[in-house]
């Protein structure tokens, strides 16, 4: 099995910035892509932010310039930096990788992490 922790989520002003952070443990050969998504109160869950094991991102338009995604691949972990925060982006933040849990392994395995709560209000 494969876990994820992540931490960093809270409140925080519009305008204010946190840390999200996500560590990944357990039966991993090697990590193909780590991600974040969101998930609003009513609204379906969505793609935040994924980096490649290259390092190779891609974001949502609605976060485009104000979050970075970045990972560390010798401590399997996986980091958003959330800037210029709005009230839009209160959510439940969800972290995901994709891994290979041995190096002949013909499936990935998708893993998801429990969530931190992002709320952005005055």
């Known amino acids: 099995q494969v876990q994820l922790v992540e931490s960093g989520g809270g409140l925080v002003q519009p305008g204010g910035s946190l840390r999200l952070s996500c560590a990944a443990s357990?039966?991993?050969?090697?990590?193909?892509?780590m991600g974040w998504y969101r998930q609003a109160p009513g609204k379906q869950r969505e793609l935040v932010a994924e980096?490649?094991?290259?390092?190779?991102?891609n974001y949502a338009d609605s976060v485009k310039g104000r979050f970075t995604i970045s990972r560390d691949n010798a401590k399997n972990m996986v980091y958003l930096q959330v800037n210029s925060l709005k009230p839009e982006d209160t959510a439940v933040y969800y972290c995901h990788v994709i891994v290979l849990q041995t190096p002949k392994a013909r499936n990935t395995l998708d893993a998801w992490g429990q969530g931190t709560l992002v709320t952005v209000s005055s």
């Open positions: 980096i490649s094991t290259g390092g190779s991102t």
């Open positions: 357990g039966s991993i050969f090697s990590i193909i892509a």
